[in-house]
């Protein structure tokens, strides 16, 4: 009969020498080979005996731990471990084993190793306990290594400045960076224990995520690349975001989802400022235009008005009071210097008179505009609101016409509110303090989308016949741009209007030169 034991001699029956041996050999045995360390020791701590396992971690040759204090082999470091054994024995009379676990440090060779001990004390054992050692440095090494790349990737993720949200498939939030935070407006406890993924987006939409993520037709099963889509902020209102995602899987199973939401508020608002600045200059390029032309109808039209004016005087002072054209030649000379008003703005949209340049406090501007409006009966039941940088530097224009621009602006404000309501105005540096900005807002019934385009046009009104010129808002226009301003407006129906005029700030390097 073969034997496959390692006890096994030739020409003797491995039976008989396991019989002869007794379990000692095979307990002794198994002592000796096993890869942990093993140590029987007494209650003084003297060291009854060590396997090899034990002699190797502790990097002392063999059969040398014999007789050894326990303590002068872990050092002062471990002080702490003998403490807590000697502090801890069970009764002699213990019945079930009881065991103690803890990490040793030490340097072996030069090297910092990490044991595992353990300290058992077998049932009813009043001379000895057993120290067990388990080397983990190795384990400890891969732990402090995956400690370092874990938290080398939650800053990595942290620093994002978009948002990074992952979730498992059943909805619940593992996931939620700093960037998905201040986009959103959760905290991530909030987002981690009680917030479901589907609530982020509009209804129904976090399934049709899924589904194209699914889809080879956007971007390759499991991702979803550049779609463009809706997200909740936690106070109820829509934020315009780029979204990618795909769904992570283990083995063909879908075990998460991941999305990136880039923040699009700014580029849509930079793509409107662009399309405004566009509208702007072709308004410009228009108004150049018109003005050329307003200035040559204006010279010509002067001089026959003039003229007109003058006879129609003379006319009446031949005929005397009384006549019964007297009032046909009043509505003559009236509606001519209806005409010559006409003309002079005509005249100032067209940059066809010169003023003087000067420093310029828009605050004193605004000001001095609202002493002169607000004791007017049209603004007796006009709360006016005023906000006011006083810190704002100063612009180079004149005074006499950025007076104008502002009170075409606050009066026509005025009447769209019929004289009741709420004005605010408001004077702010913008631009690292290069621009100084001025908003004038009413709470009237706003300006319909399709009119907004034409306001600055010369001769456009929303006014009865006989109530404005329209020439108003298009002086304003080029006085502001005389000014290397900007003047814009928003409205909507409903909700007032704001118009907002810009200028830039006087620069140190020219302050005191001559700019007439």
């Keep these: 009969m073969k034997s496959n034991s390692v006890l096994s001699t030739a020409g003797r029956d491995p039976g008989v020498i396991v019989k002869e041996l007794g379990p000692y050999h095979y307990l002794h045995t198994i002592l000796e080979e096993t890869p942990n360390g093993v140590m029987v020791v007494a209650l003084d701590h003297t060291v009854l005996h060590a396997n090899p396992a034990a002699n190797k971690f502790l990097g002392v040759p063999y059969d040398s731990l014999s007789g050894r204090d326990l303590r002068e082999i872990l050092g002062q470091d471990n002080t702490e471990l003998l403490r807590d054994i000697e502090e801890h024995l069970p009764p002699a009379d213990h019945e079930k084993s009881v065991k103690k676990r803890h990490e040793v440090e030490f340097f072996r060779n030069d090297e910092r190793c990490i044991l595992n001990a353990v300290v058992a004390y077998p049932p009813s054992c009043q001379?000895?306990?057993?120290?067990?050692?388990?080397?983990?440095?190795?384990?400890?090494?891969?732990e402090g290594k995956l400690r370092r790349n874990n938290a080398f990737f939650h800053n990595l993720i942290d620093s994002s400045v978009d948002g990074i949200i992952a979730s498992n498939m059943k909805g619940t939030i593992v996931l939620f960076n700093q960037g998905a935070q201040s986009l959103l407006g959760y905290s991530e406890e909030e987002t981690c224990s009680t917030l479901h993924v589907t609530k982020l987006y509009n209804e129904g939409v976090a399934y049709e995520l899924i589904e194209r993520m699914r889809s080879d037709d956007?971007?390759?099963?499991?991702?979803?690349?550049?779609?463009?889509?809706?997200?909740?902020h936690k106070s109820g209102y829509d934020i315009p975001v780029s979204f990618s995602g795909g769904i992570i899987y283990d083995r063909n199973k879908e075990i998460a989802t991941f999305g990136l939401f880039t923040d699009l508020r700014a580029m849509q608002q930079i793509e409107e400022d662009l399309e405004q600045t566009h509208r702007m200059l072709l308004q410009s390029e228009k108004m150049a235009g018109l003005g050329r032309l307003a200035a040559g109808v204006a010279h010509e039209?002067?001089?026959?008005?003039?003229?007109?004016?003058?006879y129609a005087n003379l006319v009446q002072?031949?005929?005397?009071?009384?006549?019964?054209?007297n009032g046909d030649l009043q509505t003559i000379i009236h509606e001519a210097e209806r005409c010559k008003v006409i003309v002079a703005d005509l005249l100032e949209f067209s940059h066809q008179t010169t003023y003087e340049m000067e420093l310029v406090s828009l605050n004193d501007v605004i000001q001095k505009t609202l002493t002169i409006l607000q004791h007017q009966p049209l603004f007796h039941n006009i709360t006016i609101d005023q906000n006011l940088d006083m810190d704002l530097p100063q612009i180079y224009g004149n005074p006499i016409r950025l007076n104008q621009v502002v009170m075409?602006?606050?009066?026509n404000a005025a009447q769209a509110m019929d004289g009741k309501g709420k004005l605010s105005i408001t004077s702010r540096a913008r631009a690292n303090q290069d621009i100084n900005e001025i908003l004038i807002k009413d709470s009237g019934p706003g300006i319909q989308q399709d009119l907004l385009e034409k306001i600055f046009d010369p001769f456009f009104t929303t006014k009865a016949t006989g109530e404005g010129t329209g020439l108003g808002l298009s002086v304003s226009?080029?006085?502001v741009k005389e000014h290397k301003g900007s003047i814009r407006v928003n409205s909507s129906p409903g909700e007032g209007t704001t118009f907002s005029l810009k200028f830039p700030v006087v620069m140190e390097t020219i302050t005191g030169e001559n700019h007439g």
């Design 127 to 142: 001379d000895y306990y057993l120290f067990y050692l388990i080397d983990i440095t190795e384990q400890k090494k891969l």
């Design 218 to 232: 956007f971007g390759g099963k499991g991702k979803l690349l550049r779609h463009e889509l809706i997200v909740k």
């Design 301 to 310: 039209i002067n001089n026959p008005m003039s003229g007109i004016m003058l």
């Design 477 to 479: 226009y080029a006085i």
């Design 317 to 325: 002072e031949d005929l005397g009071e009384g006549h019964e054209l």
């Design 408 to 411: 075409n602006s606050v009066v």
